[in-house]
């Protein structure tokens, strides 16, 4: 009975080794620029790879000359075509003291890019709940370019403000799907009400401001370009 004995082990001899570095001492001459240079043929990476792009100037040529070549149309929507649009902003009264400062952003903001006050129409519903449905309402009367749907939800003891602050996205979400019309989101989400009242013109901005710019945009884009 044969038994079981451990594997021979192999063993390396000076002549089974690669002779990796058997020329590290020579060196090539060539023509650069009319003069002549010296390069050292020692087996390193930075050795190895000089004189060839890296991979990552390869893909920029790449990605460069495809860029000049291709026939791709970029369609964006913009700021300074404001004239003729209209607007709807649905407000929630609910935290009025913010939603006020947000709505005086946004139509600041309108007039600054040349839509008339006209063309600019303010919806008062109860809280940011009651937005999505009134927003797609607005959207399916074929009379606004977009919908601005502004609110505030700050978190309290309970979990109602998670219910509210998910409810009002979703409506608004769906009321641009339904309605074939830009519906923004400006809906602050806060901790407290210091977290609301830096954005509705404290610290860090006014977000009522920013909507109407992403309104404008939007607007833009679907009466120019996606009708």
């Not at 082990?9 to 060539?30: D, E, G, I, K, V």
């Not at 003291?97 to 005086?104: A, S």
């Not at 927003?135 to 399916?140: E, P, S």
């Not at 998910?166 to 602050?188: E, Q, R, W, Y």
Request: proline letters at 3%; glycine letters at 10%; charged letters at 20%.
């Amino acid at each position: 009975m044969e038994s079981l004995a451990s594997p021979p082990c192999l063993r390396l001899t000076p002549t089974a080794r690669p002779q990796l570095h058997s020329r590290q001492s020579s060196s090539a001459c060539y023509i650069h620029g009319g003069s002549s240079v010296k390069k050292s043929n020692n087996l390193s990476f930075s050795s190895s790879a000089s004189g060839f792009p890296s991979t990552l100037a390869v893909e920029k040529e790449l990605r460069s000359s495809f860029v000049q070549t291709a026939a791709v149309r970029h369609v964006t929507g913009s700021l300074i075509r404001g004239e003729g649009l209209r607007f709807a902003i649905v407000v929630a009264r609910f935290n009025e003291v913010v939603t006020k400062l947000l709505l005086e952003g946004a139509i600041e903001t309108f007039k600054k890019y040349a839509v008339r006050e006209e063309d600019i129409e303010v919806i008062w519903v109860p809280g940011s709940f009651e937005i999505g449905v009134v927003a797609q309402n607005l959207g399916k009367s074929g009379k606004f370019n977009a919908v601005l749907c502004i609110g505030a939800v700050i978190r309290g003891d309970t979990t109602h403000y998670d219910a509210v602050a998910n409810s009002a996205a979703s409506g608004v979400l769906s009321a641009g799907i339904n309605s074939g019309v830009p519906c923004i989101f400006g809906v602050l989400t806060c901790e407290d009400m210091d977290q609301a009242l830096n954005r509705s013109g404290g610290k860090a901005g006014n977000k009522g401001a920013e909507t109407a710019l992403t309104a404008l945009e939007m607007a833009s884009l679907f009466e120019h370009h996606l009708k």
